[in-house]
C-alpha cells in the first residue's frame, strides 16, 4: 500500500507529466491522488519543495526501472545496442508520462540548483556509465562520444515523445553508436 507521500509524489508526476509544470499545486496534487485537502503540503510545504520532491521522485523510479534493464549483462556492441534500445523504449513508452515530466523538470528546475541536483546526478550516473561502455566498445575519444550519444538520446527521446510514438529505435541506436565510435 502506497503512503500519502507516495499517492501524492506519483499525482504530481502525472500532472507534470500530461498537463505541464504549471499544473503542478498542491490543490491539483491531492484532487489527483484523491487525498484530503492539505496533505501534499503536509509533506511538501513550498512549490519549491514540491519541485525537489518531484525531481527526487523521478529520479528514484527510473533508477528503479531502469536499473534492471540497464544491468543486463552484454559482451559487444549488438548487446549494447539492445540495452539501450530497451531503456529508451521503456522511457519512451509505458514511462512516457514520468519522462515528460523529468524534461519539464529540467527546464523549469535548470536555475534551481536544489531541484535540479537529482536529475543532474542521475545524468551524470547515466553518462558515467554510458561512457565507460563507449570505451569498452572502443570509441577513441569517449568524452566526445558520450556526449554525441547522450544528446541523440534526448533527441531521440524528445521525437517519440512528440512526433512519433512508433519511431524505431534500435535501427537508431546502432546508427548513433556506430558513428560515436569514430568519433
Same mark, same amino acid.
Not at 501524492?8 to 484532487?31: K, M, N, P
Not at 510545504?45 to 533508477?63: D, F, H, K, N, P
Not at 531521440?156 to 546508427?175: C, F, K, M, Q, Y
Given at each position: 500500500?502506497?503512503?500519502?507521500?507516495?499517492?501524492?509524489?506519483?499525482? #504530481?508526476?502525472?500532472?507534470?507529466?500530461?498537463?505541464? *509544470?504549471?499544473?503542478?499545486?498542491?490543490?491539483?496534487?491531492?484532487?489527483?491522488?484523491?487525498?484530503?485537502?492539505?496533505?501534499?503540503?503536509?509533506?511538501?510545504?513550498?512549490?519549491?519543495?514540491?519541485?525537489?520532491?518531484?525531481?527526487?521522485? *523521478?529520479?528514484?523510479?527510473?533508477?528503479?526501472?531502469?536499473?534492471?534493464?540497464?544491468?543486463?549483462?552484454? @559482451?559487444?556492441? @549488438?548487446?549494447?545496442?539492445?540495452?539501450?534500445?530497451?531503456?529508451?523504449?521503456?522511457?519512451?513508452?509505458?514511462?512516457?508520462?514520468?519522462?515528460?515530466?523529468?524534461?519539464?523538470?529540467?527546464?523549469?528546475?535548470?536555475? /534551481?540548483?536544489?531541484?535540479? #541536483?537529482?536529475?543532474?546526478?542521475?545524468?551524470?550516473?547515466?553518462?558515467?556509465?554510458?561512457?565507460?561502455?563507449?570505451?569498452?566498445?572502443?570509441?577513441?575519444?569517449?568524452?566526445?562520444?558520450?556526449?554525441?550519444?547522450?544528446?541523440?538520446? /534526448?533527441?531521440? *527521446?524528445?521525437?517519440?515523445?512528440?512526433?512519433?510514438?512508433? #519511431?524505431?529505435?534500435?535501427?537508431?541506436?546502432? #546508427?548513433?553508436?556506430?558513428?560515436?565510435?569514430?568519433?
Amino acid at each position: 500500500m502506497s503512503t500519502t507521500r507516495e499517492r501524492a509524489l506519483t499525482a #504530481a508526476v502525472d500532472l507534470v507529466g500530461t498537463q505541464g *509544470i504549471r499544473a503542478l499545486t498542491h490543490v491539483r496534487v491531492d484532487e489527483r491522488a484523491g487525498l484530503p485537502r492539505g496533505s501534499a503540503s503536509n509533506h511538501f510545504r513550498t512549490r519549491a519543495a514540491l519541485l525537489a520532491g518531484v525531481a527526487a521522485w *523521478i529520479s528514484e523510479q527510473e533508477v528503479r526501472d531502469l536499473g534492471a534493464v540497464l544491468a543486463q549483462p552484454f @559482451d559487444d556492441l @549488438d548487446g549494447f545496442v539492445d540495452v539501450f534500445s530497451a531503456g529508451l523504449e521503456l522511457l519512451t513508452g509505458p514511462y512516457a508520462v514520468r519522462t515528460r515530466a523529468r524534461y519539464a523538470l529540467f527546464l523549469e528546475a535548470a536555475s /534551481d540548483p536544489v531541484v535540479f #541536483a537529482p536529475l543532474r546526478a542521475q545524468r551524470e550516473g547515466f553518462a558515467a556509465w554510458s561512457r565507460r561502455l563507449l570505451e569498452t566498445l572502443g570509441a577513441r575519444h569517449p568524452d566526445t562520444a558520450v556526449r554525441a550519444f547522450m544528446a541523440f538520446g /534526448d533527441g531521440l *527521446i524528445l521525437h517519440r515523445l512528440t512526433v512519433d510514438p512508433d #519511431a524505431p529505435v534500435r535501427p537508431s541506436v546502432e #546508427a548513433a553508436l556506430r558513428g560515436c565510435l569514430t568519433v
